[in-house]
Every structure is written in C-alpha cells, then in structure tokens.
C-alpha cells in the first residue's frame, strides 16, 4: 500500500522522549491524577456541573477542579457551556477528542484497580528494605560526607540522610 502525501508539507514528528516535545507536556497534563479522574467522570456521566463533580471526585479542592478544568477545556477535551441564568449555570462535557481517550483512561483505571494489591506490597518491601538499609548503615558507621552510604552486590551508592 503506498504511503499518503501530505500535500501541505511535511507532517511533524512528536517524541516524548525527546526534550521539549509538546507531547511530552500532553502527557503530563492528561495523566494527571485529577485529569484521569475528571475524564472518567463525564465519560461515565457525561454532561455534568461543577458541584456534581467537586461531590463526585471526593478530596479535590474547588482550586484544583478549577484548575483542572480549565486546562482540559484549552487543550481540547472538555467543553464548557454557560447558561445565561440567575445564578449562571455552567456545564463541563467532554468533546469528541475527549472521547478518544475513554477507552486508554479505562484501561489505565481498570489496570490500577486490578494490581494495586501488588503494588501495596511491592511498597511496603521496598520501604522496609530501604529502612533496614538505612538503620544498619548508620548504626555500622557507613556515612560519608554526611550521607549514608548504601552497599551491596557490586555497587556502593551514597544518598542523602
């Protein structure tokens, strides 16, 4: 099959893992804990007011949902309508590029569902490993310039107390 021209000119190429790719910063914005949780919320409800959302994603802030907001709206994925009422009225939805990003947004939130359990402990291991690392190495006297000094197969890392 033959490739398709752009007859406007050459297409940019976006890398994140390139510095100061524009993708990069998308991905920081849309994977944002309030981001994903505000997507998922209109994705499963759809249009909804500021209040709905502030009582459904409990613990964030009516800073942070503002903030949230208004940075999904200006990239593109949500949409808000105001109503000329007395007290104004306004609805948040998502628009059609918001929509493409239910599908991952579940994916991403059913992963975390189904693995967090794991990730627990994976936690409180490492926690505890890097506690008795710690313990031991000031009790033994492995500080260097004021920093505790970590050894182990191969390696020695100094990190900061």
Same mark, same amino acid.
């Given at each position: 099959?033959?490739?398709? =021209?752009?007859?406007?000119?050459? $297409?940019?190429? %976006?890398?994140?893992?390139?510095?100061?790719?524009?993708?990069?910063?998308?991905?920081?914005?849309?994977?944002? @804990?309030?981001?994903?949780?505000?997507?998922?919320?209109?994705?499963?409800?759809? &249009?909804? *007011? %500021?209040?709905?959302?502030?009582?459904?994603?409990?613990?964030? /802030?009516? @800073? $942070?949902?503002?903030?949230?907001? *208004? &940075?999904? +709206?200006?990239?593109?994925?949500?949409? *808000? &309508?105001?109503?000329?009422?007395?007290?104004?009225?306004?609805?948040? +939805?998502? !628009?059609?590029?918001?929509?493409?990003?239910? =599908?991952?947004? @579940?994916?991403?939130? =059913?992963?975390?569902?189904?693995?967090?359990?794991?990730?627990?402990?994976? *936690?409180?291991?490492?926690?505890?490993? !890097?506690?008795? !690392?710690? /313990?031991?190495?000031?009790? /033994?006297?492995?500080?260097?310039?004021?920093?505790?000094? =970590?050894?182990?197969?191969?390696?020695?890392?100094?990190?900061?107390?």
């Amino acid at each position: 099959m033959a490739a398709v =021209e752009n007859v406007t000119g050459p $297409m940019p190429s %976006f890398d994140p893992y390139e510095r100061g790719c524009p993708s990069r910063d998308l991905l920081d914005q849309i994977g944002s @804990k309030w981001a994903v949780l505000v997507l998922g919320e209109l994705g499963r409800n759809g &249009t909804s *007011r %500021f209040g709905q959302l502030r009582q459904a994603l409990a613990g964030v /802030s009516e @800073k $942070m949902l503002t903030q949230t907001l *208004r &940075t999904l +709206e200006r990239d593109g994925l949500v949409s *808000r &309508t105001v109503y000329p009422e007395v007290p104004p009225h306004v609805e948040y +939805e998502l !628009t059609a590029l918001g929509q493409t990003l239910r =599908e991952p947004l @579940k994916a991403l939130t =059913e992963w975390s569902v189904l693995h967090i359990e794991e990730v627990i402990a994976a *936690r409180e291991e490492y926690d505890d490993r !890097t506690e008795r !690392t710690s /313990s031991s190495a000031a009790a /033994s006297g492995l500080v260097i310039d004021g920093r505790l000094a =970590e050894t182990g197969p191969a390696t020695s890392r100094v990190r900061p107390q």
